[in-house]
């Protein structure tokens, strides 16, 4: 039951999901990839931290009502973002390759992927080794019928799910502060790219075309 009210009052805000992508361009004119990223990230702790201040009043944590009501306003505001975080995650990783290549004359998107596949997969077995640990410090007991948890217990979930991640998302801002990139960079990294390739192209050409001059032959 819980689950299919949830699912109802975030379908409810799906189509702004949709019409965010809208916001894209605009915000990519004006700021640079780095702000959007930390700042489209800096939004979204905002918003858990607001359903988390929610849920502490009066113990709303307890209550589905104010919880489902709260649940939906989380669900509307994240996603009023929900475009431009899919999409600087990708130019991120584009511009990540382009910076490398900038730098150093080469790409590394191979490399840089098995290290991110990596560093995902031992994420996993760290967070799934601690997390009967974790569940078991607050008392969770697995098998009770949905709501008898300890009150307690139900706190530390709440919690678990909103603040703890809210704090840890905090800390994460911090290097993302140290991205090299802003807009002024970009546009220098891109305009000298694109003079390098355009080079690298004409020399290739020249070099076919002399190869293949009869009068070279």
Sequence with gaps: MINTAKALVSGISAPVGSISYA?????????????LWVGSDFYGDMV?????????????YLKLKPMLIGY??????????????KVINADL????????????GYRMEATTGVAKSLVAKLQGIFMGTIN?????????????KIGTQSEKTKFWLFALST??????????????????????KRAQMYYELA???NKMVTDYVESVNEKTDPETV
Excluded: H
Excluded at 72 to 85: A, D, H, I, Q, S
Excluded at 163 to 184: A, D, E, Y
């Design 163 to 184: 603040v703890i991640p809210f704090l840890t998302s905090i800390l994460g801002i911090v290097p993302k502060m140290l991205w090299p990139i802003n807009k002024k």
């Design 23 to 35: 916001f894209v361009a605009p915000l990519r004119k004006r700021f640079s990839s780095k702000f």
């Design 195 to 197: 003079e390098r390739r």
């Design 48 to 60: 858990t931290l607001g359903f988390f201040g929610l849920g502490m009043i009066n113990k709303n």
């Design 93 to 104: 990783w584009n511009e990540a390759m382009d910076y490398c290549e900038w730098k150093n």
């Design 132 to 144: 009967n640990f974790v569940m078991k410090k607050v008392g969770y007991v697995q098998g009770l």
């Design 72 to 85: 939906g306003f989380t669900e509307f505001f994240g996603k009023l973002l929900f475009g431009v975080n």
